[in-house]
Structures are given as structure tokens and as C-alpha cells.
Nanobody, 127 residues
């Protein structure tokens, strides 16, 4: 059974940092691209960042570029998202997602091919 379990969310002040983690099981982690998506209150899903299976290729959403860093430890079956310079508009539920290939395929503006998601971890940025 594929499982993705996020951790690390919480309340942080604007300008602060958080590191999210996603521990996976039930599949060969090192064979698949992974990503993070988020959903702010009352809004739709927004892709945050994606990484290929080997970790050598990463891509970020426009509003996250320069502030967020995605990484993975294939030996530990864990995906990470380091978030710095957090803003109130980063407040959202953050979900870890698995892709069905080792690399990420792209639609017009978004990555495609996510086939599993975790239950999410809540990030609240507020003073």
C-alpha cells in the first residue's frame, strides 16, 4: 500500500522558516519523481515544487522561487521542503505527491502525472 505521510507544519511568523518532511512507503521511492502541492483556505490546489527521481532536477512555482527548496533523501525514503521568508499568503495545507514516472511531464502550466497524495500538513503564517 502506497503511503505518504507529511510532517513539520505549524504556526510561524512572517519572515520565518519551516521544514516539511514526507516519509513514504509502499513503492520504490528512488524510482519516481515527487512534488509538493498546497491548498490555501477557500482556494484550489497550487503546485509548489517538483523534483525528479534522482534529485538532480527541481522546479518551483513562480511565487516560491528563491524562497523554497525541495530535496529528497532516497536512502531514507523522505522528501523535504525547506521554506524560508514565509509570507501570510503561504498559509495552506501542504501535500506531498508522487508522480507516475521518474521525471516530471508538463501540461500547459502545471506538472501532470501525480498519482498519490498524502493527507497534508497545515502551515499557518501569521503574527
Amino acid at each position: 500500500e502506497v503511503q505518504l505521510v507529511e510532517s513539520g507544519g505549524g504556526l510561524v511568523q512572517p519572515g520565518g522558516s519551516l521544514r516539511l518532511g514526507c516519509l513514504v512507503s509502499g513503492f520504490t521511492f528512488s524510482s519516481y519523481a515527487m512534488g509538493w502541492v498546497r491548498q490555501a483556505p477557500g482556494k484550489g490546489l497550487e503546485w509548489v515544487s517538483v523534483i525528479n527521481s534522482g534529485g538532480g532536477s527541481t522546479t518551483y512555482g513562480v511565487s516560491m522561487k528563491g524562497r523554497f527548496t525541495i530535496s529528497r533523501d532516497n536512502a531514507k525514503n523522505t522528501l523535504y521542503l525547506q521554506m524560508n521568508s514565509l509570507k501570510p499568503e503561504d498559509t495552506a495545507m501542504y501535500y506531498c505527491a508522487k508522480f507516475n514516472l521518474s521525471t516530471v511531464l508538463w501540461g500547459k502550466l502545471e506538472p501532470v502525472g501525480m498519482d498519490y497524495w498524502g493527507k497534508g500538513t497545515l502551515v499557518t503564517v501569521s503574527s
